[in-house]
């Protein structure tokens, strides 16, 4: 296992390997971050316009939600992705 040091500023370097196994593309795609048992999870994030349907806020509760028909992983990971202002 390849490891990365966490610098000053909170940054880190992917091992190439990680990146290709992931087929991210630099200076273009997003990773969700979660905590997880202990563990650090990174998802590379899905554009939200391939997808039918749109990040929406609850107006009583504040909570993002997806409008659309996709799984529960891909309604995540646009309302990580998304960055909407409260009403």
Do not use: C
Not at 12 to 38: C, K, M, N
Not at 42 to 63: I, Q
């Amino acid at each position: 296992m390849r490891a990365s040091l966490l610098r000053e500023r909170n940054q880190i370097t992917l091992p190439d390997e990680v990146v290709e196994a992931a087929g991210l593309v630099p200076q273009h795609d997003y990773i969700a971050w979660r905590v997880e048992s202990g563990e650090i999870r990174g998802r590379k994030m899905t554009p939200a316009a391939s997808r039918s349907g749109r990040v929406a806020r609850d107006r009583k509760t504040g909570l993002l939600f997806w409008d659309g028909d996709i799984s529960a992983e891909e309604a995540e990971t646009a309302a990580l992705s998304a960055n909407l202002p409260r009403e």
